[in-house]
């Protein structure tokens, strides 16, 4: 069961109440940038490296998170997630799991495509960044109900559970997948999976969970100056 609890400041978010003890903090992290990003081709799960700007926005993380005392990892198997994680967590001993629960949405045969060709040719797909709500199941693309349900399988095992045993754990994920976790911890609807903020390459989301409530402390939050580029999924 999902459902909202309002309090003054915050919207408490609460996804079953399968834990109990101490306060745990994940921080969602986006990898850093691709060459595919930066020309706004559509990765999904196309298993793209980071480019040496990325890796870039990875150390640049790495220095401003450096006092975080993480306590686990999960990481995506997509290289640009892993290789975030390994930089970001670089010279501390931190166990990193892989997870494809947290892997990008899959885009079927749509990755590698361009985007604004696709918007040139009016393609339905496009309606999976525009109008969520009226995307039709097409070409292998993975639907947003499904990867929101993908993400919340994955925090009701290692997020909840993780009360009493971890105090801040990380993640390392891609754009569409965290908006799907936000999504659900908000209680959204699907028209709203895009929600403001956008997810920057290596931005960072925090939720902080107590008694099995979460709270987003903040979304997409970047340690380096933005050249306002916005890149591609």
Known sequence: MIYLEKTKKKISVIIGKESGGNTVKVYLIR?????????K????????????????????????????????????PLKRARETADLILEGRDIPIYEDTRVQEAHFGIFEGRVQKELEDEHSPFMKF??????????????????????????????????????????????????????????????????????????GVSAIEVKDGNSHVLYESKIYYESNDQVSGY
């Open 31 to 39: 990898h850093g940038e691709t060459d595919w990003n930066k020309v």
């Open 41 to 76: 081709k559509i990765q999904g799960s196309s298993n793209i490296d980071l480019n040496e700007y990325g890796r870039e926005l990875a150390r640049i993380t790495a220095n401003a998170l450096k006092e975080t005392p993480f306590d686990i990892a999960y990481s995506s």
């Open 129 to 202: 960044f525009t109008a969520p709500q009226q995307f039709e199941e097409m070409g292998g693309v993975e639907k947003h109900e499904e990867i929101m349900k993908r993400a919340a399988d994955f925090y009701k095992d290692k997020i909840l559970k993780a009360e009493g045993v971890y105090e801040n754990i990380a993640v390392f994920s891609h754009g569409a997948w965290i908006h799907a976790l936000l999504t659900t911890l908000y209680n959204r609807e699907v028209k709203d999976f895009w929600h403001a903020p956008r997810q920057e390459n290596c």
